[in-house]
């Protein structure tokens, strides 16, 4: 079955989508608290570690209300293993036939990553139009989805890659940008000192600023 996230993705009380590096399983919990505490609506773990399925699994079972996804998912075997593991949605930097077929196993939002044209052309012929930006500065940022709106004006995005605090604003007022993936939520230094609070405030004060663009106000 195609879940295209674009309803998933519509119904967040918030744009900003942590993506979320877990080195260590008994980090999980902790750091779930802390971003759901800042005002967080949903987590993309990734799957670049070895522990990443076992942490959605942590965080679901320690909130199951909350919305913790499965990010870097690379192949058919990792998309089955992260629905296995709890995943509420799949985000994937790429997308190949075997991951889409994977998708059409599960009744998940799935979001598959395009950058150029064909890749969403690809994408759209599988029956999504909500798709993964990846890496968004790197890939020319603002410009090039700007420019992906006129022939693909049917078609959404959620840039990851590059974006912080200081440039977020400029990615949520394009109409065509769902939601932003963002790692500057959750630094590395924070996680491997176990600094919960200092990692809530980040996510607070990130969650405020982005509540004033959606509202049109100036930072």
Same mark, same amino acid.
């Given at each position: 079955? @195609? ?13 900003? &989508? ?27 773990? @990734? ?17 199951? #209300?909350?919305? &913790? ?20 949605? &799949? ?15 599960? #009744? ?16 759209? #012929? ?45 990615? /949520? ?44 106000? /100036? /930072?």
């Amino acid at each position: 079955m @195609t879940m295209d996230a674009r309803r998933f993705l519509s119904e967040l009380t918030c744009p900003l &989508i942590p993506v979320v590096v877990i080195d260590r399983l008994d980090h999980a919990v902790p750091v779930a608290e802390a971003l759901l505490g800042g005002g967080i609506a949903a987590i993309e773990v @990734t799957l670049r570690t070895p522990v990443g399925c076992d942490a959605i699994t942590e965080m679901k079972s320690a909130f199951p #209300d909350a919305v &913790i996804g499965a990010g870097t998912v690379c192949s058919d075997d990792a998309y089955d293993k992260a629905a296995e593991s709890g995943a509420d949605f &799949i985000v994937s930097p790429g997308a190949t036939d075997s991951l889409f077929q994977a998708a059409s196993r599960f #009744d998940l939002p799935f979001l598959p990553g395009a950058v150029t044209g064909s890749e969403v052309l690809m994408a759209m #012929d599988y029956g999504y139009h909500t798709l993964k930006f990846f890496p968004a500065e790197a890939a020319g940022g603002v410009p090039t989805l700007r420019a992906l709106s006129g022939p693909f004006p049917e078609n959404s995005f959620m840039p990851t890659g590059g974006i912080t605090l200081g440039n977020v604003a400029s990615y /949520l007022q394009l109409k065509n940008v769902a939601a932003v993936g963002g790692s500057w939520l959750t630094p590395q230094q924070l996680l491997l000192e176990q600094r919960w609070e200092a990692l809530r405030q980040i996510a607070a004060d990130s969650v405020a600023s982005v509540t004033q663009i959606t509202r049109g106000e /100036l /930072l």
